[in-house]
């Protein structure tokens, strides 16, 4: 008989950064190329709360916003964010917004952006199997953990404090992200781009399931605003996507494909 593959080691770690906390998990990999390669990852994140933060007035983005730099003059990462923030809003038609009462503001986008970024940066290291960064929530996974064994999301119920209304198995995925938008944790913060308003809506939350957390991270934003009728039909039409709502009455609506990522 076979003996059973060998479990590769896991480096787990936790970041205070951007308002939330960032957490790694990281199977295989030469361990001393893995730490400096995580050092880097986490240095990443600190640098995107750098440049990105609303609430720091030496950030490009503040400055952005007050008119003391153009977008000619900013950093390659905020060009970058803005370019796909851009992408986003005309993909959304315009339900996810790169601005906030007028000003530049793409906090939408950006935690999902940096949580991706660092995965891939951590993957990349020789020998590295598996890659989990869970950014306040929202995870974006790549490879697996173990021979044989899936990176799985549990989804937090938001009517049932500490249940979980599904788990998602990234079996079968070189790469599988997951992001849930909704009004449990936060409240009403999500704001219709429309109004500017916070958004009237019959949902509490949106789960998006696809292979990058920039995207999915926008696209839950996006269809919680646009409410669960068209919000379901929205994503229905986009490719590789897979989505989870559920409505302030307890209904649970899913798209077609759900099924095959739910263990």
Same mark, same amino acid.
């Given at each position: 008989?076979?003996?059973?593959?060998? +479990?590769?080691? %896991?480096? #787990?770690?936790?970041?205070? =950064?951007? $308002?939330?906390?960032?957490?790694?998990?990281?199977? @295989? !990999?030469?361990?001393?190329?893995?730490?400096?390669?995580?050092?880097?990852?986490?240095?990443?994140?600190?640098?995107?709360?750098?440049?990105?933060?609303?609430?720091?007035?030496?950030?490009?983005?503040?400055?952005?916003?007050?008119?003391?730099?153009?977008?000619?003059?900013?950093?390659?990462?905020?060009?970058?964010?803005?370019?796909?923030?851009?992408?986003?809003?005309?993909?959304?038609?315009?339900?996810?917004?790169?601005?906030?009462?007028?000003?530049?503001?793409?906090?939408?986008?950006?935690?999902?952006?940096? +949580?991706?970024? %660092?995965? #891939?940066?951590?993957?990349? =290291?020789? $020998?590295?199997?598996?890659?989990?960064?869970?950014? @306040? !929530?929202?995870?974006?996974?790549?490879?697996?953990?173990?021979?044989?064994?899936?990176?799985?999301?549990?989804?937090?119920?938001?009517?049932?404090?500490?249940?979980?209304?599904?788990?998602?198995?990234?079996?079968?995925?070189?790469?599988?992200?997951?992001?849930?938008?909704?009004?449990?944790?936060?409240?009403?913060?999500?704001?219709?781009?429309?109004?500017?308003?916070?958004?009237?809506?019959?949902?509490?939350?949106?789960?998006?399931?696809?292979?990058?957390?920039?995207?999915?991270?926008?696209?839950?934003?996006? +269809?919680?605003?646009?409410?669960?009728?068209?919000?379901?039909?929205?994503?229905?039409?986009?490719?590789?996507?897979?989505?989870?709502?559920?409505?302030?009455?307890?209904?649970?609506?899913?798209?077609?494909?759900?099924?095959?990522?739910?263990?």
């Amino acid at each position: 008989m076979a003996e059973p593959a060998e +479990a590769p080691a %896991a480096l #787990r770690h936790a970041e205070e =950064v951007m $308002g939330t906390v960032f957490s790694f998990d990281v199977r @295989g !990999g030469e361990p001393g190329a893995v730490r400096q390669a995580l050092g880097t990852a986490v240095a990443g994140l600190h640098r995107a709360d750098a440049l990105f933060s609303t609430y720091r007035e030496d950030s490009e983005v503040s400055r952005l916003a007050r008119g003391g730099l153009t977008v000619a003059q900013v950093a390659p990462e905020v060009a970058e964010v803005l370019d796909m923030a851009a992408e986003a809003e005309r993909v959304s038609d315009g339900w996810f917004s790169p601005r906030y009462r007028g000003s530049v503001d793409p906090t939408g986008i950006v935690k999902g952006w940096a +949580a991706e970024r %660092a995965a #891939r940066l951590l993957a990349a =290291v020789d $020998g590295v199997c598996g890659v989990s960064v869970n950014g @306040g !929530g929202d995870v974006q996974m790549l490879g697996a953990p173990e021979p044989q064994r899936p990176w799985r999301v549990g989804i937090a119920d938001p009517l049932r404090p500490g249940g979980l209304a599904a788990v998602i198995s990234a079996a079968g995925a070189e790469e599988l992200s997951v992001a849930t938008s909704g009004t449990a944790e936060r409240g009403a913060h999500i704001v219709d781009p429309r109004t500017g308003r916070p958004a009237v809506t019959d949902l509490v939350s949106v789960t998006v399931v696809g292979p990058r957390l920039t995207w999915v991270d926008c696209w839950a934003t996006a +269809a919680f605003a646009m409410g669960s009728r068209a919000g379901l039909a929205w994503l229905e039409s986009l490719p590789d996507i897979e989505a989870l709502l559920i409505t302030a009455g307890d209904e649970v609506r899913c798209t077609g494909g759900l099924a095959a990522r739910l263990g």
